[in-house]
């Protein structure tokens, strides 16, 4: 299999290619200079979020697009696509039946994240397209997912002298806006939105300055017999 995964996301080089891609150059530098036409290409990120799911395949087009099996919680980073139709699958480890599937079509120059949802039993692919704007000098870009099954909608706030209201009432399988943050380190609450009830508290999480990150809330509030995927919070660095 190719290796199409990469650890880091979304680069510099990308954004760049973001910009060159959604603008037509109306000029040149001179008369004698000609810019080089950008390679057409969506970027795509996968994200495992089933919290009772095994290891699974990501196929596209019936190619496995994983170098190894795609475990729970593992982002994949932005993967550079030619803009056009795709089947999409999630099936079990080297097994052609579908989880799920899906049929997007993924535009030029335009950035999407795809998450496996849900439990085992009922698992979806979500599908989001990305804002790509980098955060102003200073500030660091954070939207909030929750992709905990079981847990009621939520409230995320920082803690501290000032407190600063992330979102609100955040339901099960959405996915805030991306907004701006002062760079810095911060400890989170996360509230059961009904009841105030104070669910997972994360510590010394740090956002660094011109960095855009997801904040993930996964797992279950209460697990199946025999299952460790408990409530929790990862946060993934998108670009």
Known sequence: MHKF???????KAALVLFSAAAFTLTGCMDD???????????????????????????QLNSRVLNTQPFK????????????ETYNIKFTQVNAATAYVESTP????????????????ANMEMLIVQDSVKAP???????????????????????????????ATDVAFKEITPFMEIDGKTYTLEIKNADT???LLTVTSTNFQPNVTYSLIIRGFATPPSGNTNTLNAQVISNY
């Open 136 to 166: 102003a000098s200073g500030k660091a870009g954070l939207r909030i997912i929750n992709l905990s099954p079981d847990a009621p909608a939520l409230d995320i706030s920082t803690t501290g002298t000032t407190v600063l209201d992330l």
């Open 72 to 83: 729970y919680s593992t982002f994949s980073g932005y993967l550079p696509l030619s803009p």
């Open 32 to 58: 004698d200079t000609e810019m080089p036409e950008p390679t057409p290409a969506a970027f795509v990120s996968f994200y495992h979020g089933s919290p009772d799911a095994n290891d699974i395949d990501i």
């Open 105 to 120: 079509t993924f535009k030029n120059g335009k950035a999407y994240s795809i998450f496996a949802v849900n439990t085992l």
């Open 5 to 11: 995964f990469r650890k880091s996301p979304l680069g």
């Open 196 to 198: 105030d009830e104070v």
